[in-house]
């Protein structure tokens, strides 16, 4: 069932892209302003997203081990969370094939605290070097995003630390083609992850995992 996870958040990494240029490629792409003259940018673009990917995996592995102490000390606690990992897989193939964008509310309630933490960022620029930039990238990884927040759900049901930062590493993955393609100029990769028919071939896929995951759950508990 894992395995099926980690292949399920990767696909929603790659579907994803388009959202995730929305609002963290312009900052990608904007680095040129902020690197010093004369640098290469490649360097300065993969610590931004390894940062991303750090912070994503950190937050795998907290809600990983929140969720392994709940199914050790809540009866039912492991099967709850798996049915909230479900629904919640069911709202990204919706978000995602642009049917319901539901999602959308948890990105607003993420708002407040987002505000506290983006002041971080503003102190690493201009990039000094790339560890600047790895540390921007790290603060950036916590923007408000209902797919961030979507699959950190399966993190919670994943039973612990190691197996949730995991998960979240595999969406992290996901992410990185269509960032890359924006960041270092190859637009003509961009519209393959913007196609209607790309996103609805793989929320399609996540319905299909929805289903896999609800078999496997009443296997499990008959």
Partial sequence: MLDINYLGAFLIGIAGGVHCIG?????????????????????????????????????????????????????????????????????????????????SLLEKLGGKLWKKVAPLSKKLI????????????????????GLVYSVLTWSLASESAMQGALVMFSFGLGTLPTLLAASLGASFLVPIFQHKMTRKIISILLFGFSLILTYNLFLSHT
Avoid at 34 to 41: D, E, F, L, V
């Fill in 23 to 103: 609002m963290c490629g312009g900052i990608a792409s904007a680095f040129s302003f902020a690197i010093p003259k004369g640098q290469p940018q490649l360097p300065y673009i993969c610590a931004y997203n390894l940062g991303r990917i750090i912070s994503y995996t950190i937050a795998g592995a907290i809600t990983g081990f929140v969720g392994g102490i709940a199914t050790v000390n809540i009866q039912s606690g492991l099967p709850i969370l798996q049915i909230i990992s479900i629904i919640f897989l069911v709202l990204l193939a919706l978000y995602i094939g642009d049917w319901y964008k539901g999602l």
């Fill in 126 to 145: 201009p990039f000094k070097n790339p560890f600047y930039t790895l540390a921007y990238g790290m603060v950036w990884g916590w923007l408000p995003c």
